[in-house]
């Protein structure tokens, strides 16, 4: 993947400074990383490694910063083929990054680093602001993907932009620095490192310093401010007006390496801020084994964890802070604690690794293509249709974005990188508004996507196939039923691929036609040793689908009369329910005809079960019995074999991979009752078939290549 990323990082032209460390970490896991740095003139362009290059823009002003960037970046991109475009936030660098991906055509990464337009704190704190937010809210609306650093701030963009936002915290570089024995010293040493600007509240921390002063504490707490800022000089005066001058010393910006010395020497770490992303200095002060005392900002509550390795307070409660940490200066045994506390909470929770893995997943998610999936249902405790959650779930581990559009909503939790969208159909929408919904998203989510996977309806392909092909996406449909329809016909022709099971599948003769075999998640439905099935063990039979005259149960009652007959020691389980009036209808017939065969104690008709809940099903039982009359592949048969049950089917696609001794006639019970016999003393399992034949897994990795 080559990336090209637009910054105001003027360290990055600093050696082996910390910016260009993490630059240079980053291109490790790129085929080419170009940043281009907005700064003035007399900078040249430097190579940091084989594959990560800094470009300097060089300009007469700030104005011509923006102009310059997007020529610099046409010019690389003609060098090489840019793949996404980074921006180090939504502002200024994210407008100017929107453009030059629409430009060169590349996918846009927009990064929320510290500041969130979306909080009122940082809002308020100028006119300007609000002018920024709009152009910030424009730019994260737009990009292909953000990552914040916070999160706070992912979960609060994840409301606004669900499915594309990423949390990669900024663990420094340099961070073993920190990594070091205390120093042993006098008194207590508190320290304050941070840009002295409003974000940080330093009228609060000013406060705080007084408050700690006037409690003459025996140990002579002093603090050490270390940062610069517009703020600096007021700070200084305001700490001189108020006799503080005896326990506050103000250093100013230092290296890392210094920072690292002074943070050695101290006992806690505290921060007044507004708002923070991920928070470095936190770092620095957890690998330092330093308790923090801070407001509830960016990643405190992780890193920190209130009472455990320190302290968190709400906002501005001056008196609130000047209390715990009064506690932690007053009590040595609960500063080593939360020493120790906050120390293994980093070394278990945040490896140095940790920025990059997240940084991998990021330029992972870019990589991969976008699909937009239409669907009937989205319902994890459908009988018939839940197993599509699976299929969403494994979509989502082999594409980029998964948006899906679904008539109906049920139960399912969806993956990050996954949006759903229902029609409504749940909650009685019109058919009307359930059409305006579905081509007001179609139009919305197409160009986003690499192309539409219509699952089973072609009314799905026929409705969608103008708007799609406008956009020129490819449509792919999902079908596996012997029905041949005239819509089908028509989605034939409209369709760029048709994916199906099998040949008895799809019925039409076609050159679009991919034979893939079924999604079976083999991870979910596996065996277990069933019980050895001698004259002493109860045989259990079960059956599962939707109850209907197509599948043909009066076949079973006609088998299970004779087995009973006979003296087999035996019970049926029915898994399903009846959907249409004509299916309630021969439920109840069905029920009847069980009953007047007297076959009340050996039939179970267990209803409805969810989908996640079959696998135990399948598990519990002995033979499976598929009945039912449409000719394709059925997953339920499928499904069974992957949890280790013998099969036996009248099913004409089942001919292909089952043995004829496990096959019977649609309509003829005395051979099933014989196959249910023969089968009770020579059980076959069938699972490794599915596994190379049937597997979801494969099936959903392929899809990608089809989208070329």
Known sequence: MRTLSISFDKKLFEKESESQKRQIMYGDILDSSDIIVLVKKFHNRQSLSDKVTIWPTNSSGKISYFFDAIKLSIEISKQKKIDAVISQDPLFSGLTCFIVSKIIKAKHLTSVFGDNIYDPLWRHESLFHYLLYFVGSFVLQKADAIQADGLKTVDELEKRFPGKVFWKPIIPADIKLFSRPKESHEGINILFVNRLVPQKNIPMLISVIEGIHK????????????????????????????????????????????????????????????????????????????????????????????????????????????????????????????????KRNWLNNYSPDLTINRQKAVFNYLKNKNILI?????????????????WIDVFSRNFGKVYVITLSMGKYKAPNNVVVYSLGREKGASK?????????????????????????????????????????????????????????????????????????????????????????????????????????????????????????????????????????????????????????????????????????????????????????????????????????????????????????????????????????????????????????????????????????????????????
Request: hydrophobic residues 40%.
């Open 215 to 342: 409690r003459n504490f025996s140990s002579h707490p002093v603090f050490t401010v270390v940062g610069d800022g517009p703020l600096r000089d007021e700070f200084a005066k305001n700490i001189k007006k108020r006799g503080l001058e005896s326990c506050v010393r103000i250093m100013g910006s230092v290296s890392r390496e210094d920072l690292a010395d002074i943070m050695a020497k101290q006992d806690i770490l505290i921060s007044t801020s507004n708002y923070e992303g991920f928070g470095r200095i936190f770092a620095d002060a957890a690998i330092s084994g330093v308790p923090v005392i801070t407001t509830d900002v960016g990643e405190a509550r992780n890193l920190v964890i209130d009472g455990e390795g320190g302290f968190i307070v709400p906002k501005y409660d001056v008196n609130n802070f000047i209390l715990k940490l009064s506690e932690v200066i007053d009590k040595e045994d609960l500063r080593n604690r939360m020493s120790e506390n906050i």
């Open 432 to 708: 009307l508004l359930q059409v305006l919904r579905f081509y007001k998203k179609l139009y919305q989510l197409t160009p986003k996507t690499d192309g539409v996977f219509a699952h089973m309806a072609p009314i799905f392909v026929i409705a969608s196939w103008p708007i799609v092909k406008i956009f020129n996406k490819k449509i792919i449909l999902w079908y596996t039923h012997k029905s041949v329809t005239l819509k089908l016909k028509i989605a034939e022709k409209l369709s760029d691929e048709i994916l199906t099971a099998s040949k008895e599948s799809f019925r039409l003769l076609s050159k679009k036609v991919v034979i893939t075999g079924h999604g079976i998640d083999t991870g979910v439905f596996t065996p277990v040793n069933h019980k050895s099935q001698t004259t002493n063990h109860k045989l259990k039979i079960l059956s599962v689908g939707r109850i209907a005259p197509v599948k043909n149960y009066e076949v079973l009652i006609s088998a299970t009369r004779i087995l009973k007959s006979e003296g087999l020691d035996f019970s049926v389980s029915i898994v399903g329910e009846p959907v249409l009036d004509k299916d309630k209808e021969y439920d109840v017939n069905i029920k009847k005809l069980v009953n007047s065969n007297g076959l009340g104690d050996v039939f179970n008709f267990l209803g409805k079960i969810e989908h996640k809940n079959l696998p135990e099903v399948y598990r519990n039982h002995d033979i499976f019995i598929h009945l039912s009359r449409t000719g394709s592949l059925d997953k339920v048969i499928l499904e069974a074999m992957a949890c280790g049950m013998t099969v036996l089917s009248c099913n004409e696609a089942s001919q292909a991979f089952l043995p004829e001794d496990y096959i019977f006639g649609q309509d003829n019970g005395e051979e099933l009752a014989r196959r249910i016999k023969f089968a009770t003393h020579n059980p076959k399992s069938l699972r490794e078939f599915v596994l190379n034949n049937h597997n979801l897994e494969s099936l959903i990795k392929k899809l990608p290549s089809h989208f070329q």
């Open 374 to 390: 239409i669907t009937q249902k989205l319902d994890s405790e459908d009988v018939s249709l839940g197993f599509f959650c699976d």
